[in-house]
């Protein structure tokens, strides 16, 4: 089984979707939530599996679908890709056992049970164009969950998440598509017959060396696409609507896994393929984080509704994993890709606990609210510890992944470090404001008086985040050690690729494998 994992990973939750459909609608959470334990099992089966040593891809499968073109089902797995798969069964297992929809809920379990294969999918594929479907796939489960389960606004805020999505997707398409053809073009070259090949491999195009205009242009075709995913600023302005109007599972999902397909794509893609563009570059995508981070943090403190700072808050520490991603150095891309974990346990964590609220008030405007410590203590602990995480409390998840990451881009430029810096106090600022006008002061509402306590259900979702964020805190070297060892390749191959003398200079190189595999 361990030589096919991946694919029963991808696969098995969307043959159980399709299953779902002669289930019983009374049957239909527990069998959602059966289906769903067993795919965060089987991850944590490949993370068992998985050798630390090597550094580079494993659990290849490879089968060509379309060979006259090189598109292949190419999928595998390495440090930097492991524990998000596994974040995205884990996240998806706790949403369907903590589900409170009570409308179609047979249908909401299938969809989010076809969402969990496209973003394994995504995860796991190492063919562009397989890459490309299961990314584009992605959206058809979320513009679903928004569009039926969300508030009142509902189908703006889902048709707004497609049109920008997709709309970038279509602009990084052509850049694949260009990729493909350039691998041709330079596979023709060496060819006795001149007669090149296709592929739309990775890592046959991580082979490739192309000139440095054409990386920028292929650069910034890619960039649209994974900065919309992202979403990077000015670009982002869907994504409070997307997060205000889905229900709180789909809430829970796009800020836990959805989002990270852009950061990850940018270091999967972007990174090792144009950096010499990625460089020359480094300064404004760091810019637009920087602006990203400071700007919604402030825009998060003047919400009044809870789930709109939770939702801009998302944002703003999405472009820390940004500013880390682009220090272009093993410590700072290792950072990010620990930050994407982290901001997964708590911007999640966080949303389930805004849900736990609303079902209780059907309001998340922190006017209504004061003087929860009183009511239900265990709530106000959980949320405490949560937000005490998101600003970056040193012994929780968040600070390991923040401080890697800033002290990555430090070694570019101490003065932008320094800017980004100042989020964590916006952040801390907003963050205990917000629990002081919830949690802390007399209960002046009637209606609060009578709240009951978290129950076990909603328990059983928080109170694994709860440990996770800080158990990982404390002690984050099971997961750091394997995002580094694939980081380190990761730089090498950039700095082997780089062709001018600045970029050589700016990425470092890694002189400590020890096998040629690993290499």
């Known amino acids: 089984m361990l ?30 939530i059966i289906v769903a334990t067993v ?17 580079g891809m494993q659990f290849l499968e490879q089968v060509n679908l379309v060979p006259a073109f090189g598109i292949s089902y190419l999928v595998g797995v390495d440090g930097i890709s492991l524990f998000i798969i596994i974040m995205a069964s884990f996240f998806t297992m706790l949403g369907i056992a903590t589900l409170t929809e009570t409308r179609r809920i047979k ?3 299938i969809t989010l049970l076809f969402l969990q294969m496209t973003m394994v999918g995504v995860f796991a594929a190492l063919d562009a164009i397989l890459f490309y479907v299961f990314w584009e796939l992605s959206l058809v489960p979320m513009l679903l969950i928004i569009g039926i389960w969300g508030g009142p606004l ?9 049109l920008y999505t997709f709309a970038g997707s279509l602009v990084m398409l052509v850049g694949m598509l260009f990729m493909a053809y350039y691998y041709y073009q330079a596979t023709a070259m060496m060819a006795p017959n001149g007669i090149g090949t296709w592929s739309f491999s990775l890592l046959d195009w991580y082979r490739l060396r192309l000139d440095v205009d054409l990386q920028w242009w292929l650069f910034v075709a890619f960039f649209f696409g994974f900065a919309i995913k992202v979403p990077m600023f000015p670009f982002h302005t869907w994504l409070p609507y997307a997060h205000g109007q889905a229900p709180t599972i789909g809430s829970v999902i796009l800020a836990a ?19 010499d563009a990625s460089v020359a570059l480094m300064y404004p995508v760091a810019i637009l984080a920087i602006i990203m981070i400071i700007y919604t943090a402030m825009v998060a403190y003047a919400q009044k509704d809870i789930k ?9 520490h999405m472009g820390v994993i940004i500013l880390g991603t682009f220090a272009l150095n093993v410590e700072g891309i290792t950072g ?20 736990v609220i609303y079902d209780r008030r059907h309001t998340k405007l922190m006017s209504e609210f004061g003087g929860l410590a009183h009511i239900m ?13 998101s600003v970056g409390l040193p012994l929780t998840i968040n600070f390991v992944g923040e401080f890697l990451s800033l002290l990555g881009f430090y070694k570019q430029s101490h003065m932008m470090t320094l800017l980004a810096g100042t989020a964590i106090i916006v952040g801390a600022i907003y963050m205990l404001a917000a629990y002081k006008k919830m949690f802390f002061g007399e209960v002046t509402k009637e209606e609060n008086k009578n709240l009951k306590d978290i129950n076990k259900t909603e328990l059983l979702g928080l109170i694994p985040l709860t440990i996770i964020a800080i158990w990982l805190g404390i002690y984050p070297k099971p997961v750091l050690e394997p995002i580094n060892n694939s980081v380190e390749v990761l730089v090498q191959l950039m700095h082997e690729k780089a062709i001018t003398e600045e970029a050589k200079s700016v990425i470092p190189s890694i002189v400590k494998f020890e096998t040629q595999e690993a290499h």
Not at 154 to 162: D, E, G, L, N, P
Not at 337 to 355: C, N, Y
Not at 377 to 389: D, R, S
Request: glycine share 6%; aromatic share 18%.
């Open 3 to 32: 030589d096919h994992i991946l694919s029963i990973l991808i696969f098995f939750p969307a043959l159980a979707a399709v299953l779902g459909f002669i289930v019983h609608k009374d049957s239909m959470r527990a069998y959602g």
């Open 39 to 55: 795919e965060f099992i089987l991850s944590l089966w490949l993370w068992y599996a998985f050798d630390n040593n090597i550094a």
């Open 107 to 109: 249908d909401l379990i």
């Open 154 to 162: 509902r189908i703006y805020a889902s048709v707004k998440f497609f």
């Open 257 to 275: 896994v959805l989002l990270k397909m852009g950061t990850y794509a940018f270091i999967r893609f972007s990174l090792p393929l144009f950096p």
């Open 308 to 316: 709109q700072v939770v939702a801009y808050s998302s944002v703003s």
């Open 336 to 355: 990010s890709v620990f930050l994407m974990i982290a901001h997964g346990v708590v911007s999640g964590a966080l949303f389930l606990l805004v849900g």
């Open 377 to 389: 203590p265990k709530y106000a602990t959980i949320f405490g510890i949560m937000m005490m995480a």
